[in-house]
């Protein structure tokens, strides 16, 4: 017994070494690598993305309520295991001894922020040691220095308090932006509001109550509690500047993993099933030699234990190394110490790798196993329905598994369903543009080539198939990747403004524009400013208390009207034209939301006054990009007669605060909105994220690129016996490797043609329906991917015609 096992392991492993069983476990190691690589690296991302966007809401979730919550629930909130700040935010009057100013006063407990940096200054310096904001101080914003003309020591009076200020607030960890409601921001801590008076029943404040904890006890908390009307939940999914970029780029990680394994997927099969082929005869002959069933699977049983056992070492190995390598380009930009990744990817990674093997593997050789003693023999109909059997249940388990792990995820059997019906659809193209080029052809080599793709139609399609639907997965992956990255950057271009100057007074507003002029400073038009309400539509008033109104919140408060001339350059209009005589454009959203059409006539009510204007076109409107955007312009005329203030928006550098703080002075109505802080924070965090994007997307195109080499030698080392007959029948090496050339040349063209055309489709498809961005065409595609194509077919062609024509000299 001891010796037969001897025998068997010497075997398995002289199999694994010099037989045709090495690319199998190649296969199986290059997911396990990728696998590994990839889950690691988004975990990694993936932590520090969750941990950026905690970091933009001071916490792990927020509660945002109009009114303060009893301690009892607060009680109730750290039962559940949460640690719990609050804040009290407003607005007021600041006096110091020579000057006023209205203030956003942020009073904030001790515990703030529990997520973030607040830095605090004094005499230049920050402070360290974790400083918190204490009772008694009042830490300024920059500007509110000059605007009051105080410096740190200084008496400020909130109210009925008199405080001394503290320093600077240097660096604030929330964001937000509202250029027509924000105000200079103070801080001072929660528990001297009493003292100021400042907050009095029917006073508009905002109270923010952080929560940080594990996820089981964050959502222990909310289910506590029953939101009310006008409160909400915040967390760093909903954070209204970060949110939809997180929530992008996690779809953007999971579909990068899934579409690498499903890549390694079908390169695994393939190769798979050629070494099931390859030992077709030797099961035969071992039976024919006396071998019996249980003997044989004895023998593949060992091959695969040893095969995955070192692919499963090999591949760790190598992906440890490679998620290693990959987060080089990412040292700047990710936080140290680094998120660990934990025991999930060691884990994961030979999981996925087995259940991609247990049909892949699987299959073929159970057909291996019922290989006849005799070529010219049948298997036994029987052995063939159990066979069929078992085989349905190997590809249940990975596909059971998959639906287990994803079965909410409609993006993701949205795509593989797609890629599903593509395959098939790209095969079918594949043919029949062969068979076009083949009635036209008249070189013999290529018609040959052509002859012999077109003569096995199922086989031929599999592998066109394979081609193109690989090269199709390649595109989607760069693709989607620089369209996340272009629309991201429409949404905080290099020259975005960073300043906003409101409530400029008509009679200031030629001055002042000309101020920035003279300064050379890059700005926006000016806008006036008309303060109003969307009241009615065709005649009939919306009324409050309807289910529209509680739809869209436009219905229940002011808006900002402006009048053009012109359409803003960052605007598009998608209807209509531009409005003419008591005409009005509306923004798409809240046109659809609200079920406005061109030609309605829409009521607007300002100071207590009806009017009506025309609806003639509806714009597209890029809310993320820090410009000026409104719901309603109107022409001129419409608005002429009421009552404005004009807005305009400017770029400031970080050295040119001398300039904004002497604008303070000369123009002390004029309300100042310094956003730089802002957009140099939602600019980092861009970077971080492209960086991320784009060493995820390249690892996947090796990956990819790597498989597609594996592929392409398998389909040419298939070719062996068909040359050798060949060069028995008198053909000459010169012929063969024309009808090579020609056959792989062809069938890379006609993939990268076929992948152009899926992957096209498929981001029209993810961008609309996954990833709600505007659809567009990519001519570049075009032009790279054949090109891409041929020249990885003609380096593999090259790299083994040598041996597939004399294969003794391999």
């Known amino acids: 017994m001891a010796s037969n096992n001897g025998l068997l392991n010497r075997w398995a492993w002289r199999e694994l070494l010099h037989g045709q069983i090495w690319p199998v476990a190649v296969a199986l190691a290059l997911i396990i690598t990728c696998v590994f690589a990839l889950s690691a690296l988004a975990d990694r991302i993936e932590n520090v993305l969750t941990q950026q966007g905690r970091n933009l809401i001071a916490a792990d979730t927020v509660l945002s309520t109009r009114q303060p919550v009893n301690t009892e629930q607060i009680e109730t909130f750290k039962q559940a295991g949460t640690t719990v700040s609050a804040q009290t935010r407003f607005g007021t009057m600041a006096f110091s001894e020579q000057n006023m100013q209205l203030v956003s006063v942020k009073a904030v407990d001790s515990l703030y922020p529990l997520r973030g940096d607040l830095v605090l200054e004094q005499n230049g310096q920050a402070l360290t040691g974790d400083r918190r904001i204490q009772p008694g101080e009042l830490w300024l914003s920059e500007r509110v220095f000059s605007l009051l003309d105080v410096k740190p ?93 997180l929530d992008r780029s996690r779809q953007y990680l999971s579909l990068t993993v899934v579409l690498v394994i499903v890549m390694a997927a079908a390169t695994l099969t393939l190769t798979c099933q050629h070494y099931a082929k390859s030992r077709a005869d030797l099961v035969a002959m071992l039976k024919s030699l006396g071998a019996s069933q249980q003997w044989v699977r004895r023998w593949l049983a060992r091959q695969l234990t040893l095969l995955f056992v070192l692919a499963t070492v090999v591949g760790l190995g190598a992906g440890y190394l490679l998620e290693v390598l990959l987060r080089l380009p990412l040292t700047d930009v990710l936080p140290s110490p680094l998120p660990s990744y934990g025991w999930v990817p060691w884990v ?126 390649l595109a989607i992956i760069w693709l989607l990747r620089t369209d996340l990255l272009a629309d991201w950057g429409r949404m905080l271009p290099p020259d975005a403004p960073n300043v906003f100057a409101m409530n400029i007074a008509p009679s ?113 409107v890029e809310w993320r990009n820090m410009r000026p955007n409104f719901y309603f312009i109107f022409d001129r005329d419409t608005l002429a007669d009421k009552p404005a203030n004009w807005l305009v928006s400017f770029r400031l550098d970080e050295s040119q605060t001398s300039l904004l703080n002497r604008l303070a002075r000369e123009y002390p109505t004029v309300t100042l909105l310094d956003l730089r802080t802002m957009s140099s924070r939602i600019q980092s965090i861009l970077r971080q994220i492209g960086l991320s994007l784009s060493v995820l997307a390249g690892l996947a195109v090796i990956s990819g690129l790597l498989l597609l080499l594996t592929l392409l030698r398998i389909s040419l080392s298939e070719r062996q016996q068909e040359i050798n007959l060949y060069r028995t029948l008198g053909a000459s090496r010169t012929r063969i490797q024309r009808t090579l050339w020609s056959e792989y040349g062809v069938m890379a063209l ?18 609309k329906w996954g990833f709600e961005m505007e659809v567009r065409l990519h001519p570049e595609l075009w032009a790279v991917l054949p090109v891409l194509a041929v020249g990885l077919v003609f380096v593999t062609v090259a790299s083994m015609l040598g041996k597939l024509i004399d294969p003794q000299r391999r």
């Open 153 to 245: 020591g200084d008496k400020v009076s909130i109210g009925n308090l008199d405080l001394s200020v503290s320093g600077t607030l240097a660096v604030e960890p929330e964001l937000s932006f509202n250029p027509f409601s924000q105000m200079p921001a103070v801080m001072m801590h929660r528990d001297d509001v009493p003292a100021a008076g400042v907050v009095r029943e029917g006073s508009r404040v905002r109270y923010r109550y952080f929560l940080t904890g594990d996820e089981p006890s964050l959502s222990a908390a909310r289910d506590s509690y029953t939101l009310q009307d006008g409160e909400r939940w915040v967390d760093e999914n909903t954070s209204d500047r970060t949110g939809d970029m």
């Open 750 to 767: 006609v993939s990268g043609l076929m992948a152009v055309l899926g992957a096209e489709a498929a981001m029209a498809g993810l961008l």
């Open 348 to 473: 994961l990674a030979p999981g996925v790798a087995l259940l991609v093997a247990l049909p892949a593997l699987g299959v073929p050789l159970l057909k291996l196993l019922d290989a006849p003693a005799l070529a010219a023999v049948q298997s036994q109909a029987g052995s063939g329905r159990h066979r069929r059997g078992t085989a349905a249940i190997l590809i249940a388990i990975p596909v059971g598994a998959l639906a287990l792990w994803a079965f909410d995820n409609t993006l993701l059997w949205s795509v593989l369903a797609a890629m599903a019906a593509m395959i098939v659809l790209l095969a079918l193209a594949g043919l029949g543009l062969l068979k076009l080029v083949k009635s036209r052809v008249r070189a013999p080599s290529v018609k040959l080539a052509l002859s012999r793709i077109t003569r096995n139609k199922l086989a031929s399609s599999v592998q066109l198939g394979a081609l193109a639907i690989s090269f199709m997965l």
């Open 508 to 620: 200031a507003q030629q001055d002042y524009v000309g101020e920035l002029d003279q300064a050379s400073l890059m700005r926006s038009d000016a806008y006036p400013i008309v303060r109003g309400r969307l009241v009615g539509k065709n005649g009939e008033r919306y009324q409050v208390s309807t289910d529209e109104a509680e739809r869209d919140e436009a219905l229940r408060r002011e808006l900002n009207f402006t009048w053009r001339e012109t359409l803003p350059s960052h605007n598009e209009v998608l209807a209509g034209d531009w409005p003419t005589e008591n005409g009005v454009s509306v923004e798409a959203d809240i046109a659809a939301r609200l079920g406005i059409e061109i030609g309605d006539s829409l009521t607007f009510s300002v100071t207590g006054q009806d009017f009506t204007a025309t609806v003639n076109s509806i714009r597209e």
